[in-house]
């Protein structure tokens, strides 16, 4: 197996079982499934990240949604989350269809990918701590991977906020101390590593896959997230989506 490659990588994220609590709830919901669908066969599994591998722009979310992704095996499919994110990425140019149902639908992104800190369904759609560290040498290997490309990132919400700060700093980003408070509108320019190729935030992190001579810089946009929380009460209007939206995209060069 080609251990480089952001494939390989996806293949090994959906065979991941290390946390116990999170791999007894996704399988469960795969076991009873919603009424809506119970003829589908859920996935079930950890849901890797969906898009290029040579991706400009990064989306990140917080986790799958039970009867969303956990049902689908594809970031921000078959869920209301999905239905808000891809409707703006179509919007603003940078997937080939609106809507996002299953795995096989034919959606393309353009230059974009979209993952999350967290690869598996939890419980009231919160993560432990625990589980958040857990995941977090996926996202990091994830984010290595996609260095050589990657020029701009969108965070949705807090908690991937929180998590991503800490995973670009190992991935060998500069992160500014203190770290930036996450908001809505938040825009923080992360350098590439020092021509030394030492993380400055993390040294503790460093090692071989922490550090290279390809990362440039990067610009982290915050978003509130996409959730019916956010967006059925107006607090997340579609229109204030597609201005992050086509910020970070213009900063990624798409
Ligand atoms: O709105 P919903 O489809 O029920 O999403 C549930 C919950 O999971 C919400 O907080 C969004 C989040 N989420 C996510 O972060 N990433 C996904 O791929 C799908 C849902
Ligand atoms: Fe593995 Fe991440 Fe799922 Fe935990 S949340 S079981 S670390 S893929």
Redesign the pocket.
Not at 39 to 51: A, N
Not at 204 to 210: F, I, L, M
Not at 224 to 241: D, K
């Given at each position: 197996m080609d251990r480089s490659s952001l494939a390989a990588l996806d293949r090994r994220i959906a065979r991941c079982r290390a946390c116990p609590r999170l791999v007894a709830w996704r399988e469960e919901v795969a076991r009873t499934r919603r009424p809506a669908f119970a003829d589908w066969t859920y996935w079930g599994r950890p849901?890797p990240g969906f898009g290029p591998p040579d991706a400009r722009l990064l989306i990140v979310?917080?986790?799958?949604?039970?009867?969303?992704?956990n049902r689908t095996g594809r970031?921000?499919?078959g869920?209301?989350?999905?239905?808000?994110?891809y409707r703006a990425l179509y919007d603003v140019g940078l997937a080939s269809q609106p809507d996002s149902v299953a795995r096989d639908d034919g959606l393309e992104l353009h230059g974009v990918r979209?993952t999350?800190p967290v690869h598996c369904?939890p419980p009231a759609?919160r993560p432990t701590p625990a589980e958040r560290d857990a995941c977090r040498p996926w996202f990091e290997r994830e984010l290595v991977l996609l260095r050589p490309s990657l020029r701009a990132v969108v965070v949705?919400?807090a908690f991937?906020w929180q998590a991503a700060l800490p995973a670009f700093a190992a991935a060998g980003w500069r992160v500014p101390r203190p770290r930036p408070a996450f908001a809505h509108g938040a825009r923080v320019r992360l350098a590439g590593p020092d021509p030394a190729g030492r993380p400055v935030d993390d040294p503790g992190s460093a090692g071989p896959d922490s550090v290279g001579p390809d990362a440039a810089g990067l610009d982290l946009f915050g978003c509130f997230?996409?959730?019916?929380?956010n967006?059925f009460t107006g607090r997340l209007t579609p229109a204030m989506l597609r201005e992050v939206l086509s910020a970070a995209a213009a900063a990624a060069g798409l």
């Amino acid at each position: 197996m080609d251990r480089s490659s952001l494939a390989a990588l996806d293949r090994r994220i959906a065979r991941c079982r290390a946390c116990p609590r999170l791999v007894a709830w996704r399988e469960e919901v795969a076991r009873t499934r919603r009424p809506a669908f119970a003829d589908w066969t859920y996935w079930g599994r950890p849901v890797p990240g969906f898009g290029p591998p040579d991706a400009r722009l990064l989306i990140v979310g917080l986790a799958p949604a039970a009867h969303g992704g956990n049902r689908t095996g594809r970031m921000f499919t078959g869920d209301r989350s999905g239905d808000v994110l891809y409707r703006a990425l179509y919007d603003v140019g940078l997937a080939s269809q609106p809507d996002s149902v299953a795995r096989d639908d034919g959606l393309e992104l353009h230059g974009v990918r979209v993952t999350s800190p967290v690869h598996c369904a939890p419980p009231a759609n919160r993560p432990t701590p625990a589980e958040r560290d857990a995941c977090r040498p996926w996202f990091e290997r994830e984010l290595v991977l996609l260095r050589p490309s990657l020029r701009a990132v969108v965070v949705l919400g807090a908690f991937g906020w929180q998590a991503a700060l800490p995973a670009f700093a190992a991935a060998g980003w500069r992160v500014p101390r203190p770290r930036p408070a996450f908001a809505h509108g938040a825009r923080v320019r992360l350098a590439g590593p020092d021509p030394a190729g030492r993380p400055v935030d993390d040294p503790g992190s460093a090692g071989p896959d922490s550090v290279g001579p390809d990362a440039a810089g990067l610009d982290l946009f915050g978003c509130f997230h996409v959730s019916q929380r956010n967006t059925f009460t107006g607090r997340l209007t579609p229109a204030m989506l597609r201005e992050v939206l086509s910020a970070a995209a213009a900063a990624a060069g798409l």
